[in-house]
């Protein structure tokens, strides 16, 4: 038997080069997989905050090299007690830009790539270049995208099972204070974000009858300037809870409300809590998740281990609690199924599809943006793409997509009902009458 040299990840290399019982059946131990996993695997962490730094320095550590990170926000003072990467000099500067460098200083050989950008921004073929995407957000609506985007990439065969090429794995991670989880999410083999989005409780929300004429509470001062007084100053002008300059006019706004009813405790900090529904951090709760998602991220690229099935809660509340949980998938999900049918005319245009869209009592897919085969057939925005696309809106769908009976077409736009619409995705199955087959669409929804 030959004899292989340890590396100074010793405990790594007693998952990569010796034999299991609960390996996976093309687990190959060797030194070839480690090195395979440092030269060929490339992951994506979304989100450069506390979990996000967590998650690029264990992942470092666990021998992936080729690793990008995307997050929108700057450092603040705010986040130094528990983003463990930045320092107060880094305060202003991009977290993914400066999360990268800190990570590259300290372990030898890594390659971090950072976006600093909105996830939105990024065209749906970049999501598609890597081989699992790790999420370390703090938000809904965030996660519900980037799974629209995973799921977008799954394709079914005649038998309603899912193309094994077509998969793009999921690790998510999140905590809330003492409490976190771990999530393996595999699209068409384990319930997407959207198969569970009963798991997360409704936000908190007042009486706006409590916000305009009885204030008790610092939230409610916030709230009031949030909801009310930025629509009468800015009418029909949309507030960004992103944007620095929209938050400092609302914190502002709040104070001088809470300074009228004499109600103490309005802060920067708080009033971006409240605005984007924030619960704060602990730094301990983050690198134990941290861990748990590094370990399955490990675990699915190298098959060194069974991987979780497929949800992990912590609660480090009350001492110590972790418990792993299967849930189900829904047959019927509109993400991460095989999709709604529809029966179309060869005879309908872009235009005609688009509306389509928007009328479907299960899609409800507002100002959709169509793309096919990374083509942009018709983009809302920004003003350039609509004008260079406008004219495919008189064109037949059936002729845009060369006339071929089964492909994939991608929209991006504004799904659900009245204050709710949120960027999602949408799988249609769409039969076009007349013709032999059935084509495959894929709905993506997005602000």
Same mark, same amino acid.
């Given at each position: 038997?030959?004899?292989?040299?340890?590396?100074?990840?010793?405990?790594?290399?007693?998952?990569?080069?010796?034999?299991?019982?609960?390996?996976?059946?093309?687990?190959?131990?060797?030194?070839?997989?480690?090195?395979?996993?440092?030269?060929?695997?490339?992951?994506?962490?979304?989100?450069?905050?506390?979990?996000?730094?967590?998650?690029?320095?264990?992942?470092?550590?666990?021998?992936?090299?080729?690793?990008?990170?995307?997050?929108?926000?700057?450092?603040?003072?705010?986040?130094?007690?528990?983003?463990?990467?930045?320092?107060?000099?880094?305060?202003?500067?991009?977290?993914?830009?400066?999360?990268?460098?800190?990570?590259?200083?300290?372990?030898?050989?890594?390659?971090?790539?950072?976006?600093?950008?909105?996830?939105?921004?990024?065209?749906?073929?970049?999501?598609?270049?890597?081989?699992?995407?790790?999420?370390?957000?703090?938000?809904?609506?965030?996660?519900?995208?980037?799974?629209?985007?995973?799921?977008?990439?799954?394709?079914?065969?005649?038998?309603?099972?899912?193309?094994?090429?077509?998969? #793009?794995?999921?690790?998510?991670?999140?905590?809330?204070?003492?409490?976190?989880?771990?999530?393996?999410?595999? +699209?068409?083999?384990? +319930?997407?974000?959207?198969?569970? @989005?009963?798991?997360?409780?409704?936000?908190?929300?007042?009486?706006?009858?409590?916000?305009?004429?009885?204030?008790?509470?610092?939230?409610?001062?916030?709230?009031?300037?949030?909801?009310?007084?930025?629509?009468?100053?800015?009418?029909? #002008?949309?507030?960004?809870?992103?944007? +620095?300059?929209?938050?400092?006019?609302?914190?502002?706004?709040?104070?001088?409300?809470?300074? &009228?009813?004499? @109600?103490?405790?309005?802060?920067?900090? &708080?009033?971006?809590?409240?605005?984007?529904?924030?619960? +704060?951090?602990?730094?301990?709760?983050?690198?134990?998740?941290?861990?748990?998602?590094?370990?399955?991220?490990?675990?699915?690229?190298?098959?060194?281990?069974?991987?979780?099935?497929?949800?992990?809660?912590?609660?480090?509340?009350?001492?110590?609690? *972790?418990?792993?949980?299967?849930?189900? #998938?829904?047959?019927?999900?509109?993400?991460?199924?095989?999709?709604?049918?529809?029966?179309?005319? *060869?005879?309908? *245009?872009?235009?005609?599809?688009?509306? &389509?869209?928007?009328?479907?009592?299960?899609?409800?897919?507002?100002?959709?943006?169509?793309?096919?085969?990374?083509?942009?057939?018709?983009?809302?925005?920004?003003?350039?793409?609509?004008?260079?696309?406008?004219?495919?809106?008189?064109?037949?769908?059936?002729?845009?997509?060369?006339?071929?009976?089964?492909?994939?077409?991608?929209?991006?736009?504004?799904?659900?009902?009245?204050?709710?619409?949120?960027?999602?995705?949408?799988?249609?199955?769409?039969?076009?009458?007349?013709?032999?087959?059935?084509?495959?669409?894929?709905?993506?929804?997005?602000?």
């Amino acid at each position: 038997m030959v004899s292989i040299e340890p590396s100074r990840s010793r405990d790594l290399d007693k998952l990569l080069l010796r034999p299991g019982n609960i390996v996976a059946p093309t687990f190959e131990a060797g030194a070839q997989l480690r090195e395979d996993i440092k030269e060929y695997v490339r992951i994506l962490v979304v989100g450069a905050g506390g979990l996000g730094c967590e998650l690029l320095k264990d992942l470092a550590l666990s021998g992936f090299r080729n690793l990008e990170v995307i997050d929108m926000d700057r450092i603040e003072v705010t986040n130094l007690n528990r983003q463990f990467l930045f320092r107060h000099e880094d305060v202003g500067n991009p977290k993914a830009d400066v999360a990268a460098k800190r990570v590259m200083e300290r372990v030898s050989g890594v390659d971090i790539i950072p976006h600093f950008c909105r996830i939105e921004d990024k065209p749906l073929d970049f999501y598609n270049d890597f081989n699992i995407i790790v999420l370390g957000l703090d938000s809904i609506e965030a996660r519900s995208y980037i799974n629209s985007v995973a799921c977008g990439f799954l394709e079914y065969d005649a038998d309603d099972n899912p193309r094994q090429e077509t998969i #793009k794995p999921m690790v998510d991670g999140g905590t809330e204070g003492f409490k976190g989880h771990a999530r393996v999410i595999v +699209p068409g083999v384990t +319930p997407c974000f959207e198969c569970t @989005i009963w798991l997360f409780p409704p936000q908190v929300k007042f009486p706006l009858c409590t916000l305009a004429e009885t204030p008790r509470t610092a939230a409610h001062c916030i709230e009031y300037a949030h909801l009310i007084k930025w629509n009468e100053v800015h009418s029909g #002008k949309a507030f960004d809870p992103d944007n +620095p300059d929209h938050m400092q006019w609302v914190y502002s706004e709040a104070v001088k409300r809470a300074e &009228l009813f004499g @109600i103490p405790g309005v802060t920067y900090s &708080l009033t971006q809590g409240v605005v984007k529904n924030i619960i +704060p951090a602990i730094a301990s709760t983050n690198a134990i998740i941290s861990a748990a998602c590094a370990l399955e991220t490990l675990k699915m690229v190298s098959g060194c281990s069974k991987t979780l099935s497929n949800y992990l809660t912590y609660n480090g509340v009350e001492g110590l609690h *972790t418990k792993v949980t299967e849930f189900v #998938k829904d047959k019927d999900c509109l993400v991460c199924g095989p999709g709604v049918l529809l029966e179309l005319d *060869t005879s309908i *245009t872009l235009k005609k599809f688009i509306d &389509l869209l928007e009328d479907h009592p299960k899609l409800l897919i507002a100002k959709a943006s169509i793309t096919y085969r990374g083509k942009n057939l018709y983009m809302q925005a920004p003003p350039v793409l609509e004008e260079m696309t406008r004219s495919n809106l008189d064109i037949t769908l059936f002729e845009l997509m060369d006339k071929i009976p089964e492909d994939t077409i991608h929209a991006t736009g504004l799904a659900g009902k009245g204050e709710t619409k949120q960027s999602s995705l949408r799988k249609l199955r769409v039969v076009f009458k007349g013709l032999d087959g059935v084509t495959d669409v894929d709905m993506a929804g997005g602000a």
